[in-house]
C-alpha cells in the first residue's frame, strides 16, 4: 500500500481525475442556478457558441498540443523550444484564417446574434485563448506536475463562475455574463502562460519554413482525427431530432451527460499516462517496453471495472441528481458507458501509432467510424428509436477500437510477444 501511494504515476492518474470531476462536477451542480436567471433563447446562445468554439480550436494552429506530447521526449526541450515558435507563427496564420471564415459566413452562422462583427472578434480570441491554455496544459503534462494542473482548472472554473454569476445575477447580463467572464479568465492564463513558456525556456524565436512544413504535415491530418470524434459524440442528436423529436433528443442527452462521466475518468487517466509513454516508448528498453505492456493492460483492466462499477452506482446516482421526469433515459444509459468503455480502450493504442507518425491513418480510420456512426444512426434510429442511436455509439466507438488496436499490433509485433 506505502508502494502505491509513492508511486507518481497513480498519485497523478487521481489528482488529474478529481480536479477534471470536480471541474465537471461543479459546472454540472451550478445548473439550477444558471438556469433560474437565464432562458431557453440564452442556453441556446451559449451552446451554438460553445459547438463554434469546439470546431474552431481544431483548426486553429492545428491543435498543436498534439505534436508537442508526442514529439518532447524525442526532441528534448532545447529543440521543442525550436518548434514552439513556429507553432506559434502557425497559430497567429490559422487566427485570422478561423477569424475571416467567420466574417464570410456571418450572414449564415451568426444570424440569430446582434452585433455580428463584435462577436466574432470575442469568439476569435476566445478560441486563441483557449488553445494556448490546451498548450500550456500539455507542458504541465509533460513536467508531470498535476498538482499545478489541478491549480490552474481549478482557478479557471472558479474564478469564471464567480464572475458570470456576478455579472448575471447583480448586473443582469444575458448569456454574455457567462462568455465574457470565460473569454477574461482565459485571457488571463494565456497572458501567464506566454509568460511561462518564455521565463521556462520553452519559447525560442526561430522562424524556419522547414519546421512549420513538419508541424503541417503532422498537425493537419490529426484534425480529422478530432473531427472524427467529434462528429461521433454529437452526430446522433442531430438524427434523434430528424427522425424523432426535441424531447428524444433530451432524453437522450440526459444519458450522454450522465454516460459520459466514464469518459472523463479514462481521458484524466491518459493525462498521467502519456507523459510516460511518450518518454520511454523512445528508450527501445525491453524493461520500458514490458512498463508500457503492463501499464496499459492495467489500465484496460480499470476502464472494464469502472464502467461495471459506474453501472451498479447508476441507479442512486440519478434518482439524486436527475428529476423523475426524465426516468427513460436510465435505459440508454448501460449501452452508451459500453460505447464510452471501447473509447476508453482505445485512448492509450492511438498514442502508439502517434509516435509512429502514423497520423494520417489515425485521421482516417477515425473519419471512418463517423461515417459508420453516422449510417447506423440513419438505420437504426428509424428501427429502435432512441436506443439506436446509442447501439451506433456501441458499434461505431467498437470498430475504432478494433481497428486501432490491429494497427497496433501490426506495427509493434512485440506486443503479440515476438
Known amino acids: 500500500m506505502k508502494r502505491v501511494f509513492k508511486n507518481r504515476l ?25 438556469t433560474f436567471y437565464l432562458t431557453k433563447d440564452d442556453y441556446g446562445h451559449l451552446g ?3 459547438s463554434v468554439v469546439a470546431i474552431a480550436s481544431i483548426y486553429m494552429g492545428f491543435w ?12 528534448g526541450k532545447k529543440k521543442m ?19 475571416l471564415f467567420f466574417l464570410a459566413t456571418k450572414d449564415i452562422f451568426f444570424v440569430n446574434f446582434n452585433d455580428t462583427f463584435e462577436l466574432i472578434v470575442l469568439i476569435s480570441f476566445y478560441t486563441l485563448f483557449m488553445v494556448v491554455f490546451n498548450i500550456f496544459n500539455t507542458i504541465i503534462q509533460l513536467e508531470k506536475n498535476a498538482v499545478k494542473y489541478a491549480l490552474f482548472q481549478t482557478f479557471y472554473l472558479f474564478c469564471s463562475l464567480g464572475i458570470a454569476l456576478v455579472l448575471i445575477i447583480l448586473f443582469h447580463f444575458d448569456w454574455r455574463g457567462k462568455f465574457y467572464a470565460e473569454l477574461f479568465i482565459l485571457s488571463l492564463i494565456s497572458t501567464y502562460a506566454i509568460y511561462y513558456f518564455v521565463k521556462e525556456g520553452y519559447l525560442r524565436f526561430d522562424f524556419d519554413l522547414k519546421k512549420i512544413k513538419t508541424l503541417v504535415f503532422y498537425l493537419f491530418p490529426m484534425t480529422f482525427h478530432v473531427i472524427g470524434l467529434f462528429l461521433m459524440g454529437t452526430i446522433d442528436k442531430v438524427f434523434l431530432a430528424k427522425y424523432l423529436d426535441l424531447e428524444s433528443v433530451g432524453i437522450y442527452t440526459i444519458a450522454m451527460t450522465m454516460s459520459i462521466i466514464v469518459n472523463i475518468v479514462y481521458d484524466s487517466a491518459i493525462k498521467a499516462w502519456e507523459p510516460y509513454f511518450f518518454e520511454k516508448i523512445v528508450t527501445n528498453s525491453k524493461s520500458d517496453q514490458k512498463f508500457i505492456i503492463k501499464t496499459v493492460l492495467i489500465y484496460s483492466v480499470f476502464v472494464i471495472l469502472t464502467a461495471y462499477v459506474y453501472l451498479s452506482l447508476i441507479p442512486v446516482i440519478f434518482s439524486v441528481m436527475i428529476d423523475e421526469k426524465f426516468n427513460s433515459s436510465l435505459l440508454y444509459i448501460p449501452l452508451l458507458v459500453i460505447g464510452f468503455a471501447f473509447e476508453g480502450l482505445r485512448k492509450p493504442l492511438a498514442s502508439f501509432l502517434m509516435h509512429k507518425n502514423m497520423v494520417k491513418t489515425l485521421g482516417v480510420i477515425s473519419l471512418f467510424a463517423a461515417g459508420v456512426n453516422i449510417l447506423l444512426n440513419i438505420v437504426l434510429i428509424q428501427k429502435y428509436a432512441i436506443a439506436g442511436a446509442a447501439y451506433a455509439t456501441i458499434f461505431s466507438f467498437a470498430v475504432l477500437y478494433f481497428i486501432t488496436l490491429f494497427l497496433v499490433f501490426k506495427h509493434y509485433p512485440e506486443l503479440r510477444g515476438r
Open 64 to 75: 498543436p498540443p498534439n505534436f508537442i506530447m508526442a514529439k518532447f521526449s524525442t526532441f
Open 10 to 34: 497513480l498519485n497523478n492518474a487521481l489528482i488529474f481525475t478529481l480536479s477534471t470531476v470536480l471541474n465537471k462536477g461543479m459546472n454540472f451542480f451550478i445548473l439550477p442556478i444558471l
Open 81 to 99: 523550444s525550436l518548434y514552439f515558435s513556429n507553432i506559434f507563427v502557425i497559430l497567429a496564420v490559422t487566427f485570422f484564417g478561423v477569424f
Open 48 to 50: 451554438f457558441i460553445v
